[in-house]
């Protein structure tokens, strides 16, 4: 074996060496990236199946292809949801008349937390209040809760919003909006300190770039 092959041969495994070392790094940085990404995606949504403000039977697969505005509360709520309400109708305008998006980029949805008192024609009425393009939902008890749970939303009724005559009761719930990208999937949330322009900035944020993508 010469010199000039015994530095090949050096040379060589040198090259492999830092060449599998890189390997080693770019995959643990992958995995790190793939562990950070699925810790910061709370699991926020799912299946439902509801009916919508016109009596008709939905189900969170007629709105796939759209980035859905999902906002939980009730027609009775005395002011904070009618507070919310009209940030959302504030956003929705602006994505409208600014930037053009349709509800066939993205609906507002609205789904009661008072089945009991809240009827199709009473949600029906509710939203046209606050905007022509929002869509209201409605379902049972269990149905609504079944819902909340996937959305990792609190609410509690009292147990005359359920079982008694009474009418007169508030509901408490937690103050959200969620936004779920075309394929149903929780994206971001929104609380009351989030401004209308806030929000927009958000959802403008993420429409761009899942067309940039396209």
């Keep these: 074996m010469t010199w000039a092959s015994i530095g090949f041969f050096l040379l060589s495994g040198g090259a492999l060496y ?18 950070n990404e699925g810790a910061g995606k709370p699991l926020v949504g799912g299946p439902f199946s509801l009916v919508d403000h016109d009596g008709r039977p939905v189900t969170d697969l007629d709105y796939r292809g759209k980035f859905m505005l999902v906002y939980f509360g009730y027609t009775f709520c005395p002011d904070v949801c009618p507070e ?10 602006t994505l ?5 998006y349709s509800q066939e980029t993205i609906v507002p949805i609205f789904i009661s937390c008072d089945p009991k008192r809240d009827s199709i ?9 606050f ?24 609410f509690s009724a009292p147990p005359k919003a359920v079982d008694d005559d009474e009418a007169d009761y508030l509901v408490d719930h937690s103050i959200f909006f969620y936004l779920m990208d075309p394929e149903g999937r929780y994206v971001a949330h929104f609380g009351r300190t989030d ?12 429409i761009e770039a899942r067309e940039a993508k396209k």
């Design 18 to 35: 830092a060449y599998f070392e890189y390997e080693k790094r770019k995959l643990a940085e992958r995995r790190e990236a793939a562990k």
């Design 84 to 93: 919310e309400l009209e940030k959302m109708a504030e956003v929705t305008d």
């Design 96 to 100: 409208t008349n600014k930037y053009g």
């Design 121 to 129: 024609a009473a949600i029906k009425e509710y939203v046209r209040d």
């Design 131 to 154: 905007h022509p393009k929002f869509v209201g939902l409605i379902g049972t008890h269990a149905q609504i809760k079944r819902v909340a749970k996937t959305y990792r939303l609190y």
């Design 195 to 206: 401004t209308s322009e806030e929000v927009t900035a958000r959802i403008i944020q993420q």
